[in-house]
Structure formats: C-alpha cells, structure tokens
Antibody, heavy 120, light 106 residues
C-alpha cells in the first residue's frame, strides 16, 4: 500500500524548534518530488515547501523562508521539515504530500498529518 | 505570488443537482491548475490536474475546464459523498492554493 506517515508534531513555545518526519512506503520514494502543506485549524490549505529528487533544489513559501528547512533521506525513505523560530501562526496540521510527476502533476498521495501547536 | 480566488465561499445544493465551482488566478497559470476535495477530518484528494484531466479513480461526474486565469470545476450530478470542501491549486509559479469552496447539502 502506498502510504505517507507523518510524525514529530507537538506543543512548542514561541521561538522554539521542532523536526517533523514523513515516512514513505509502498513506492520508490527517491523518484518523486515531495512537499509539505499545512492547514491551520478550521482554515484552508497552505503550501509550505518542496524538495526535488536528490535534495539539490528546494523552494519555500515566503512565510517560512529562512526558518524552515526541508530535507530528505532517500536511503530511509523519509522526508523531513526542520522548523526553527516557531511562531503562533505556524500552528497547523502539517501534511507531507507526494508530487505525482509529469504523468500526474499534482499532489497525488497525502499523509494524515501531524499537529504542531505553538503556544506559551 | 499568484493568488487564487475561489467562488462562491459556500455553495448549498441538493443531491442530484449540478455544482459549478470557480477559481480565478491573479495572473495566468496556463493550464497548470489542479482541484482537490477534502472531507472533514481527512487529507485532501486529488481530483483534477492540468485543468481538465481526472486523476486516477475519480468518477466521470467530476470535470474541470479553463485556462489562463479562469477555471471551473463541475460536478454534473451531486452524490451524497460529494459534499466537502474543494480547493484549487496552481503550479505555474511556485505553488499556491485557493481559500476553498464549501459544498454543503441544502
């Protein structure tokens, strides 16, 4: 079964750090670009970051640029999001999503998300 | 940043009716637009990619159209399971989502 499972969320104080993980299974992880998308409680989807196949090309939303770092370990089939200098407005459910590639250009597989709460 | 504006914010219809959802981009995204469905408590599901192509396993009652700045998602005859929130998303310049349209039962 093709699956993405996020972990690492939790409660953190403003200014703190957290690292999210996304474990992939059921497909060849190293052949897909990967993304993080977040959703604040009761709100819409917001794209956060993207990484290409080997990690050599990354882009970020303006709201997280310089604070968040996306990375991947293809040997471990895992995507990461290092989040530093966290703010209350970063509170959200964080999804990892697979980009289907040229044959299916969209986010075709999603995890169930991991909740991050930034509060004192 | 390309802003996507979806309308209406909420659409109230009955099963069997036709639903028309709109997504307008602040600048041209060519055909690089996708649509997603999100049900309460679930992750989003890809419905349409590149404006008009149905993703794997998506029923034929879902169709997409448009190019440039104006796009439409049409559900030809609503089934009870179609009542959800729908998002458009562009990939022409980085990535952004619209704010969503809630499709609710009338």
């Amino acid at each position: 079964e093709v699956q993405l499972v996020e972990s690492g969320g939790g409660l953190v104080q403003p200014g703190g750090s957290l690292r999210l993980s996304c474990a992939a299974s059921g497909f060849t992880f190293s052949t897909f670009w990967m993304h993080w998308v977040r959703q604040a409680p009761g709100q819409g989807l917001v794209w956060v970051a993207r990484m290409n196949l080997d990690g050599s090309n990354t882009i970020y939303a303006d709201s997280v640029e310089g604070r968040f770092t996306i990375s991947r370990d293809n040997a471990k089939n895992t995507l990461y999001l290092q989040m530093n200098s966290l703010r209350p407005e970063d509170t959200a459910l964080y999804y990892c999503a697979r980009y289907g590639g040229t044959s299916l250009p969209g986010f075709d597989i999603w995890g169930q998300g991991t909740m991050v709460t930034v509060s004192s | 940043e390309i802003v996507l504006t979806q309308s209406p914010a909420t659409l109230s219809l009955s099963p069997g009716e036709r639903a028309t959802l709109s997504c307008r981009a602040s600048q041209s995204v060519s055909i690089y637009l996708a649509w997603y469905q999100q049900k309460s408590g679930q992750a989003p599901r890809l419905l349409i990619y590149d404006a008009s192509n149905r993703a794997t396993g998506i029923p034929a009652r879902f169709s997409g159209s448009g190019s440039g700045t104006d796009f439409t998602l049409t559900i030809s005859s609503l089934e009870p399971e179609d009542f959800a929130v729908y998002y458009c998303q562009q990939r022409a310049n980085s990535y952004t989502f619209g704010q969503g349209t809630k499709l609710e039962i009338k």
